[in-house]
């Protein structure tokens, strides 16, 4: 699931990207293998999260943000960073040319459909 803002409220959804308790207590707990949360230099922004229990970062690392790359959390709690842009990782993993390790093996399926509001999706 991508996170998307409400046209008109896009603040509102940055400050609940910013404010991520579960990413604070995982840094807290030692478990971010040397990541840190926004908005420590280079920190965490989270993006998407999967229905198994992942969840996909921006490093806002270096100061471009075109430039961010992707990290991903695993449900396993293992931690991979990509060197591509968010759109960039999402048609790799859709087009099956970029693997993300511990996601489960018929992800994304055969037939995989991209859903939104006018789908009844909220």
Known sequence: MVSLPTPGAEA???SGRREDEILQDLYEMGDTQGYVPFPEPGGLISWASSYSGDSFYWKTSPTDPDAWPVVVRTD???WFEFPVGAVKFLVGVYGRTVDVPGM???????FPQVL???DGID
């Open 12 to 14: 509102l959804w940055a």
């Open 76 to 78: 396993n709690a293992e």
């Open 104 to 110: 489960p093996r018929n992800f994304p399926g055969d």
């Open 116 to 118: 939104g509001l006018s």
